[in-house]
């Protein structure tokens, strides 16, 4: 049973920083595409950061050059840091395993004030 437990979120200044973890069971994440999502109040859910089981690694152009995504393989956990925050990130943040279908995790609210 694939389970993704999100944690990291929390209200932060524009220009500021957070790091979301994303910790995984039932499933190995270094052998799989996996990746980071946001959901805005009355808006579509959005991919912003994937990484392939080789290591390559892909960004919505809204946070391109701001958010980093990585794994820990030892722990089996995935990251995604994000630097120089705006107000318009304000989301929840839910992490994704694709392993034939797309699994999400319970996700994981970031709210940026300006």
């Known amino acids: 049973q694939v389970q993704l437990v999100e944690s990291g979120g929390g209200l932060v200044q524009a220009g500021g920083s957070l790091r979301l973890s994303c910790a995984a069971s039932?499933?190995?994440?270094?052998?799989?595409?996996v990746g980071w999502g946001r959901q805005a109040p009355g808006k579509q859910r959005e991919l912003v950061a994937s990484?392939?089981?080789?290591?390559?690694?892909n960004y919505a152009d809204s946070v391109k050059g701001r958010f980093t995504i990585s794994r820990d393989n030892a722990k089996n956990t995935m990251y995604l840091q994000m630097n120089s925050l705006k107000a318009e990130d304000t989301a929840v943040y839910y992490c994704?395993?694709?392993?034939?279908?797309?699994?999400w995790g319970q996700g994981t609210q970031v709210t940026v004030s300006s």
């Open positions: 990484i392939t089981s080789v290591g390559r690694t």
């Open positions: 994704l395993a694709v392993i034939g279908r797309d699994y």
């Open positions: 039932g499933i190995i994440l270094s052998i799989n595409t």
